[in-house]
């Protein structure tokens, strides 16, 4: 009798997930990404660039070889209008240059000009310094747990939407 009454695995995964979830992974990672997307805003705005400004100038700045616009789309998911605008305004003010792509000559690369390199090092010295500042006294032992945990957790929810869009059930729904 005892038995019977007892739940079985699947019913225990599943009060488990729901145990966890109670608070929602967007719940709790929401507050702290929003945190760091300010820290990232005043950085930019110390530097004179916008947010999204910023980052695609540090994408720019990681390919020397060069970025194609729609490379830079694929990259930021974002629209060739938004990544075009800010490519020209970089343009405008001397600090991305677009050359002839070798090998697709109807696309254009953009590279970093000289004042360019500059503005980036400048940035990279304060990520670097905040860095320093704020890992200050975390072991590379918790460092790499919360990268494991934060891992796990992304790999998980990508996962979980591929199990959104294909309409399936979730493993403790009788899923994979």
Same mark, same amino acid.
């Given at each position: ?81 938004? %990544? ?6 970089? !343009? /405008? +003010?001397? $600090? ?6 070798? =090998?697709? &000559? ?31 006294? %975390? ?6 747990? !919360? /990268? +494991?945990? $934060? ?6 929810? =990508?996962? &979980? ?16």
């Amino acid at each position: 009798m005892l038995f019977q009454d007892s739940p079985t695995s699947d019913e225990r995964n599943r009060v488990d997930a729901e145990n966890k979830s109670e608070e929602s992974v967007m719940d709790f990672l929401t507050p702290l990404l929003a945190q760091f997307d300010k820290i990232y805003y005043d950085l930019a705005k110390r530097h004179g660039e916008s947010y999204f400004g910023m980052w695609v100038l540090e994408e720019i700045g990681d390919r020397p070889e060069g970025v194609t616009q729609k490379q830079l789309c694929e990259i930021l998911y974002s629209p060739k209008q938004t %990544v075009n605008s800010l490519v020209a305004s970089f !343009v /405008r +003010r001397g $600090l991305v240059e677009t050359k002839p792509n070798s =090998t697709d &000559g109807r696309s254009r690369l953009h590279v970093l000009t000289a004042a360019g390199k500059e503005k980036l090092d400048a940035i990279r010295r304060d990520e670097r310094m905040l860095g320093i500042y704020s890992l200050d006294g %975390v072991s590379r032992e918790e460092l790499d747990q !919360v /990268r +494991r945990v $934060l891992c796990s957790i992304a790999d998980r929810c =990508t996962q &979980g939407v591929a199990f959104l869009n294909a309409n399936e059930p979730f493993p403790w729904e009788g899923g994979e």
